[in-house]
């Protein structure tokens, strides 16, 4: 048995700072096992360094701000992930703020910067009023909606995020699309080749599979959701057809 700690920071807002946006990504890899090739360190840079250095980003981008954001923003480094979504299900179940204060979730796992963003695929956003933000933001940004290119694999309650939405918080775990300058499909067969040689392998290390324009692009475009989430007048909400909107109770537990 080890104990591991989740890492977390608070920026208070405004006028509802006692209502709360949760930014998650989770801190844990494998760490040492089977070697291959005579390397047992799994590094996780993708899996989810990239994940947190982008977290860190918004949080000074929200820092930078000329004045403080309508509601307060959780920043949350959780431990975990890897063995069963541990760390952001303690979190959600005791939360370090007032049960119920938390209005959304934004989950950053593996964005998988690999190549130009040209499109994305918003996880989750179709099932609740988050969808209007990600349509916004997209447009500002030039880039494109796709849909999810892998429905089978249930993406969006594979992370972090999936502990939020069982506590009734709407949530959006934003993914890389597929579209390429020459093809809407373009990045399939990289993306294919990249998983097979580097997902949950020591490979995952810093090296020249990173392409840090896109970790820009993937940047702006999750403060500015996060933003405009936070901003609005109006918290997210469930569509009325989601089949996750029967854990909408969940989040007014005393």
Known sequence: EIESANVIG?????????????????????????????????????????????????ARLYNQLPGKPKRSVLFAAVTGEE???????????????????????????????IAPIMSVEPLGAEQSSIMGVVERSTRQLGLTIDADHAPEQVRFVRSDNYNFILAGIPALRMKYGLKTEDSETGLDSLITAFTKAVYHKPSDELNDTFNFEAGRTYVRLQFMNSYMINNAAEKPVWNENSFFKRFKKEANKP
């Open 10 to 58: 608070v920026l208070e807002g405004g006028s509802l700072k006692n209502e709360y946006l949760i930014h998650t990504a989770h801190l844990d890899h494998i760490g040492i096992g089977n070697p291959v090739e005579g390397d047992s360190i799994y590094n996780g840079a993708h899996d989810n360094a990239s994940g947190v250095s982008a977290m860190l980003e918004i």
């Open 83 to 113: 063995m069963g979504l541990l760390g952001s299900a303690y979190l959600a179940a005791n939360p370090t703020v007032e049960q119920g204060s938390i209005i959304a979730n934004v989950n950053t796992d593996m964005p998988t910067l």
